[in-house]
């Protein structure tokens, strides 16, 4: 009987690490465009260019290093992008708080409008199937005849998620409007801009997570209630570490040491005596 060949295991992909994301695409740029804006340095215009290079740079970086697109980067890059479109073409503040809530009110309307579609968008940002796992959700389902009602989770966990980046959208036009007084292409300006991409991170990302790992944690509370699953059987099991070879000694391999001189004379001694 031939033995089954095993299927090569994919290389695990690198974590992406959060500290540089914030670094690259977020962090060094405010603070490009915050210093190195001024008229002595680099200028607005150039000040505005060499934001850019931060968050495309460390994109490129990620994707060689992770072979996958960093979302943050692609992020960062289309609004440092925006940004600098706008301030070069010296748009009123009005116009960057717009820009700063289209992305967030794109999303937010695509996750309901999704649920039409064949893989809706919570499945991609909740129900993934690199975390949970989905064939063994999906069977115990299927045994419970639980399937409509797990549907019906999934829409209000989409509307969850819209109501998110609702959020986000607000926050994000408020900051921008209150933050952008000044004319656009002059230093005072991308000062302000500098301080709006600093300050947008924790105004959007901490209510906006809260409000995502809420309707995460609803969603597996509902998921475990319709499967009968619990904690560790929803997530796909970690992989065990193989088994270290047992290095002890064999007792039969074990050769006995030489007697010595001393021992020999004691053995004949005893059985002479």
């Excluded at 340095?41 to 968050?55: E, K, S, Y």
């Excluded at 890059?77 to 289209?102: I, Q, R």
Aim: net charge positive; aromatic share 8%.
């Amino acid at each position: 009987m031939n033995p089954t060949p095993s299927t090569p295991s994919r290389p695990a992909v690198p974590r992406e690490s959060l500290w540089l994301n914030l670094l690259f695409n977020a962090a060094l740029p405010a603070v490009i465009l915050s210093v190195a804006s001024r008229e002595r340095l680099l200028g607005p215009t150039w000040g505005l260019i060499a934001a850019l290079v931060f968050p495309l740079g460390y994109g490129v970086y990620d994707l060689i290093r992770r072979r996958t697109w960093n979302v943050l980067s692609l992020l960062g890059v289309v609004s440092t992008m925006a940004s600098g479109g706008l301030g070069l073409m010296k748009m009123s503040g009005l116009w960057f708080a717009v820009k700063e809530a289209t992305l967030p009110l794109i999303l937010g309307l695509a996750v309901p409008l999704s649920l039409r579609t064949r893989q809706p968008l919570v499945r991609t940002l909740l129900y993934n199937d690199q975390v949970l796992d989905t064939a063994r959700i999906q069977s115990a389902l299927e045994a419970r005849a639980a399937v409509p009602a797990f549907d019906r989770l999934l829409v209000s966990a989409s509307w969850m998620l819209a109501a998110s980046f609702l959020v986000s959208a607000i926050v994000n036009f408020l900051l921008a409007f209150w933050l952008l007084p000044s004319e656009s292409g002059t230093e005072a300006f991308n000062r302000q801009l500098a301080k709006l991409q600093f300050w947008s991170w924790p105004g959007t990302i901490i209510p906006c997570s809260a409000m995502i790992f809420y309707a995460l944690f609803r969603l597996l509370r509902g998921v475990e209630a319709l499967t009968g699953l619990t904690g560790a059987e929803l997530f796909h099991p970690s992989p065990t570490r193989p088994a270290k070879p047992d290095r002890s000694p064999d007792p039969s391999s074990v050769t006995a040491a030489p007697e010595s001189d001393l021992q020999k004379k004691i053995a004949v001694d005893e059985t002479n005596g």
